[in-house]
């Protein structure tokens, strides 16, 4: 059984930082690209950032360019996403989720095919 779990979730200042991690068990790790998503109220799920299944390739939304890193440590079986100059719009739910197809490098950017969800952990950003 696949599962992920996220953590470092918090209340933050803007113009603060914050880590999330994720960590995963129940298949092998490596072999499948990870992204990390968010929702805010009233607002539909989006893709923040992903990495594909080596980590030599990383994808951000243009929202979170220069601001946000996605990282893997496939020894740990943990994605992290490094979060700076954190901004009021940035809050909402964060969500790690596990791509479908192992050793994809070609559609894990584009947010599709994610089929292992974790619970979400709570990012509120205040002004």
């Known amino acids: 059984q696949v599962q992920l779990v996220e953590s470092g979730g918090g209340l933050v200042q803007a113009g603060g930082s914050l880590r999330l991690s994720c960590a995963a068990s129940?298949?092998?790790?490596?072999?499948?690209?990870m992204g990390w998503f968010r929702q805010a109220p009233g607002k539909e799920r989006e893709i923040v950032a992903a990495?594909?299944?080596?980590?030599?390739?990383?994808y951000y939304a243009d929202s979170v360019k220069g601001r946000f890193t996605i990282s893997r440590d496939n020894a740990k079986n943990a994605v992290y996403l490094q979060m700076s100059s954190l901004k009021p719009e940035d809050t909402a739910v964060y969500y790690c989720?596990?791509?479908?197809?192992?050793?994809?490098?070609?559609?894990?950017?584009?947010?599709?095919?994610?089929?292992?969800w974790g619970q979400g952990t709570q990012v509120t950003v205040s002004s």
């Open positions: 989720a596990s791509h479908s197809q192992s050793y994809d490098s070609t559609t894990y950017y584009t947010g599709r095919n994610y089929i292992y």
């Open positions: 990495i594909n299944w080596s980590g030599g390739s990383t």
């Open positions: 129940g298949r092998t790790f490596s072999r499948y690209a």
